[in-house]
């Protein structure tokens, strides 16, 4: 246990075996990238302190090594480039295993009658199964007949584990499957807004769609999915109308920023709706390209789309003292703490001397007391330390307290 729980820390850090034993030799520990090798495979056994200075090169506590995950992930989907690596792949696979882990747990605690509404996967054999398992899902969700606000925060409350992966390489776009009865999805949060919402919904897609032909294309029928979650048809018809000569950009990016759908995408769904027709879509297609607007739109959905559950439910549970701040550092959750205000005076505040060494708060308070010594204090009685005495207050509260 203790050998992939190291691997996952140095996966997660973005390591080799050689990497971190050059971390280790730089503050002093020597150790080969053969004898990590042997920890990982746990064909040999680490000691106290190769964990502790192993845990501060990773940029992980120490106690990361000895937790062993309750729960495992079976993944549906990975898109990512080819050239995105087995180890990032894996480093990906670890971080989602330990925050969905996690968020499960804490979702049992603090809403144990809920769960997660997502519908059983459908068998869908063709586009027209895609919609209608996207109404599914929209009618489940109970949304309505309007555009989704916020995909991703909808989405976690209805119970959809949604984890950000930082990476701004460009290479990796989504990744879910099934922890349990709980769905998991991971989205790279690098990604533009627009980009994020349908990279969730192409991963919702997958985890309610079954395609028992291995002739069917499961990537264009999650897309498919997404498009029509994002935009049901009958929106599109409304907006859109049911045939069209042609589109015209300036009305196609008022629709993005309204259903945080991209223009490229919109594109697509009115050929997809027969709206257009297949020629009108490829010249369109071309103008997209000359304009450089496969990168970088002209126009940007200004949606939040960053899931924010896990964080809310941290917060609330350090707050409450259900779990120690030290529990949450084991998977880099960040807990939200007021900065002091800074003083004005020249006096020293008790975050001051907080912030001190040792020794050095323990010389300013012994000062403190010499000076003191020679002070003359005013002994106050107890009623004096109001302005207005009140005696019938004093009685009546006296009373009470009989």
Request: proline fraction near 4%; charge should be negative; aromatic fraction near 8%.
């Amino acid at each position: 246990m203790i050998g992939a729980r190291l691997k996952q820390a140095r996966l997660l850090a973005g390591m080799t075996q050689r990497e971190l034993a050059s971390g280790l030799g730089e503050i002093g520990f020597k150790i080969t990238a053969a004898a990590i090798s042997k920890y990982e495979k746990e064909k040999s056994y680490p000691t106290a302190q190769f964990m502790l200075l192993a845990s501060s090169v990773l940029n992980v506590p120490s106690s990361y090594f000895v937790h062993e995950p309750q729960t495992e992930i079976q993944w549906t989907a990975f898109r990512r480039h080819s050239n995105f690596g087995k180890n990032r792949q894996e480093a990906v696979k670890a971080y989602a295993s330990d925050l969905a882990e996690l968020q499960m747990e804490l979702h049992s605690l603090f809403h144990p009658d809920s769960s997660p509404g997502l519908p059983e996967p459908a068998n869908v054999i063709d586009v027209a199964d895609a919609e209608a398992v996207a109404a599914r899902v929209r009618s489940l969700w109970d949304v309505g007949n309007r555009p989704l606000d916020n995909l991703v925060q909808t989405a976690e409350d209805r119970g959809v584990i949604v984890i950000g992966w930082d990476d701004d390489s460009g290479k990796f776009d989504g990744l879910s499957g099934w922890c349990g009865e709980y769905p998991v999805t991971v989205i790279n949060v690098k990604r533009s807004a627009d980009r994020k919402r349908f990279n969730l919904a192409h991963e919702i897609g997958h985890l309610v769609m079954a395609t028992a032909d291995s002739s069917v294309d499961d990537e264009s029928l999650a897309h498919r999915f997404a498009a029509a979650l994002i935009v049901p048809d009958e929106h599109a018809y409304r907006e859109l109308g049911r045939e069209r000569r042609r589109l015209d950009w300036g009305e196609l990016m008022m629709l993005k920023r309204k259903y945080g759908l991209s223009m490229a995408a919109w594109v697509r769904r009115a050929r997809d709706l027969n709206i257009i027709s297949e020629n009108h879509y490829e010249a369109l297609n071309i103008e997209i390209s000359s304009f450089g607007w496969r990168t970088c739109e002209p126009v940007e959905y200004l949606g939040d789309e960053e899931p924010l559950l896990l964080k809310q439910m941290i917060q609330r549970a350090v707050t409450e003292g259900l779990v120690s701040p030290d529990r949450m550092t084991r998977i880099g959750a960040e807990i939200w703490e007021p900065d002091p205000e800074p003083s004005e005076s020249e006096h020293l505040t008790v975050h001051d001397l907080l912030e001190m060494p040792e020794d050095e708060r323990n010389a300013v308070m012994e000062r403190a007391f010499e000076l003191a010594a020679d002070e003359d204090f005013e002994i106050f009685e107890a009623n004096e330390i109001f302005d207005d005495y009140d005696e019938e207050f004093d009685a009546a509260t006296t009373e009470t307290s009989k």
